[in-house]
């Protein structure tokens, strides 16, 4: 587990981001997809998180400055929580969105796969009233 000043980034969190970080993102020179050994954690600072993406194919390096929202709860090292945020959600519209499951890494990238597989019309998207 890496730990810097009460934050904790557990190896699960840490594959989970760096399988985001190969899902999402390409070498910005040549366009080659990232391995997994091509993504180096180079540390932590509070909530950042700092990797590096070198390119198996041009061998670029990319500085990644990544933000998490994990902090570790001083009374139960265990049990991860949300930083305080500010809001101008209404009490009733913060209930809805609180009463709603996460949006999960592999929902990102469905919708991701769909946003590259669209005409880029996204208008329809937009105006479409929710179900």
Do not use: W
């Not at 998490?68 to 265990?78: E, G, I, M, R, S």
């Not at 049990?79 to 499951?101: A, G, M, N, W, Y």
């Amino acid at each position: 587990m890496v730990r810097e000043e009460g934050v904790s980034l557990n190896s699960k969190n840490l594959q989970e981001l760096i399988k985001n970080l190969r899902i999402f993102y390409k070498c910005p020179s040549c366009g080659a997809a990232y391995r997994g050994g091509d993504i180096i954690f180079l540390g932590r600072v509070e909530e950042h998180c700092f990797m590096q993406l070198t390119c198996h194919d041009c061998s670029l390096p990319i500085l990644a400055t990544i933000l998490t929202n994990l902090q570790v709860n001083a009374a139960q090292t265990n049990t991860v929580s949300k930083p305080k945020q500010r809001t101008d959600l209404k009490p009733r519209e913060k209930r809805l969105l609180l009463d709603r499951d996460h949006i999960s890494s592999s929902e990102i990238a469905e919708f991701y796969s769909y946003l590259n597989q669209s005409s880029g019309d996204y208008q329809a998207l937009i105006h479409k009233p929710a179900k």
